[in-house]
């Protein structure tokens, strides 16, 4: 199975912008198809944005359209999650997750440990 390792996080200042960055190991990068969720304090873990095996199919949840952009080099086993004009609401724990499969699913059996996002002054 893959191992997940997310760095990058911390505090930002709102408006700005900040590169989450996912490490994989163990098992080829490009059989999975990889994903950002997240989760704040008290609510649910929501979808971030999810990215075939090939990086040419991506999807985005609902909130974070037209502000992320994920991406993925396989040759170095690396996912990214670029978030620009971040707001408070936006302070979570970010994962990497994925799924063995070359399509995006709604399945992710494998999952980083999270990196810490906060978004103040």
Same mark, same amino acid.
């Given at each position: ?9 911390? +505090? ?5 912008? @900040?590169?989450?960055?996912? %490490?994989?190991? !163990? ?7 990889? %994903? /950002? ?9 929501? +979808?971030?944005?999810?990215?075939? /095996? ?6 985005? !949840? ?16 690396? +996912? ?5 004009? @971040?707001? %408070? ?8 997750? !994925? ?5 995006? !699913?709604?399945?992710?059996?494998? /999952? ?10």
């Amino acid at each position: 199975q893959v191992q997940l390792v997310e760095s990058g996080g911390g +505090l930002v200042q709102p408006g700005g912008s @900040l590169r989450l960055s996912c %490490a994989a190991s !163990g098992r080829p990068f490009d059989d999975y198809a990889m %994903a /950002w969720f997240r989760q704040a304090p008290g609510k649910e873990r929501e +979808l971030v944005a999810a990215i075939n /095996w090939s990086g040419t199919k991506k999807v985005y !949840g609902r909130s974070f359209e037209g502000r992320s952009t994920i991406s993925r080099d396989n040759p170095k086993n690396l +996912l990214y999650l670029r978030m620009d004009s @971040l707001k %408070a609401e936006d302070t979570a724990v970010y994962y990497c997750a !994925g799924a063995e499969t070359q399509n995006i !699913g709604n399945h992710y059996p494998y /999952w980083g440990r999270g990196t810490q996002v906060t978004v103040s002054w």
